[in-house]
């Protein structure tokens, strides 16, 4: 749940397989991201290539992202469109690079990339930016071809994930493991080799989610809209799906980060 210090945010994150960081690729997410409005920042992190700390990004700089992502040495880039400590109008991307040195590994014990976009509370009232913000996210699965990617609140996410059964009795999230899904987001997307593992036809028949085939997966939501990820009906289909997809059930924690967001958001 959240503290009262904390920053309330909806995130999308993807995860996707690429060792060769090309300069192709990284000019596409530049002109994805563009395209929506996720571009120019504010502020830049791009490890070594901004002396490890976070600068006022400037034009005359807009090659910085291209050679982050080429550079195999810088593993973190981020994009801030204002100050971090401030608690509105704000939207982030944050990409993580995984390098995976060394012999050949099959997929499943290779390390991913990460990519998250995510946005404080204030943007859930402005419906045009919550659908640049989702359209946004479509274009790079298509463009990445992640085998996983998700989309909720950031703390509902967390909880979701949480081990219903831990060792000692101690709360803790469950890793992320290829090719295993540990709950059900508001928006989830399954890449081929999760399609052919948990979906069928008569799970995609099922009303309580809204599915679309994108790029060589499904992506399904609980809701057409972001403003509806914590509502009481989206919570009985979380329950739906859970159970038609044989995965663990919804921790507690999480139901009571829902009410609390629910509340929040009235």
Not at 17 to 36: C, G, M, P, Q, V
Not at 229 to 244: A, D, Q, S, V
Request: proline share 5%; net charge neutral; with cysteine.
């Amino acid at each position: 749940m959240y503290e009262n210090y904390e920053k309330p945010q909806f995130s999308a994150c993807l995860l996707y397989f690429d060792d060769r960081y090309s300069h192709d690729l990284a000019l596409r997410i530049l002109n994805t991201i563009k395209e929506y409005g996720f571009y120019p920042p504010k502020l830049i992190f791009a490890g070594s290539l901004t002396n490890n700390r976070y600068i006022k990004f400037h034009t005359d700089r807009e090659d910085l992202f291209d050679s982050a992502y080429s550079d195999q040495d810088v593993l973190t880039i981020e994009l801030c469109s204002s100050q971090k400590n401030q608690a509105t109008g704000f939207w982030r991307l944050l990409i993580t690079k995984a390098i995976n040195k060394g012999p050949a590994l099959p997929r499943s014990k290779k390390e991913w990339n990460t990519l998250h976009l995510s946005f404080t509370y204030d943007k859930l009232t402005d419906e045009a930016f919550c659908v640049r913000f989702q359209k946004c996210v479509k274009r790079l699965i298509e463009l990445l071809h992640p085998f996983f990617a998700r989309m909720d609140d950031m703390a509902v996410s967390v909880d979701m994930a949480l081990d219903r059964n831990p060792p000692n009795g101690f709360a803790r999230t469950q890793p992320t493991e290829y090719g295993t899904v540990n709950a059900i987001y508001w928006g989830n997307y399954y890449g081929s080799d999760y399609c052919k593992k948990y979906l069928s036809p008569d799970i995609t028949c099922c009303d309580a989610a809204v599915w679309e085939p994108l790029g060589d997966g499904m992506f399904f939501s609980l809701s057409g809209e972001i403003k509806d990820f914590c509502t009481p009906k989206g919570l009985k289909n979380r329950m739906i799906l859970t159970k038609k997809l044989g995965i663990q059930p919804i921790h507690p924690e999480a139901v009571n980060t829902m009410e609390q967001i629910n509340r929040m958001i009235k």
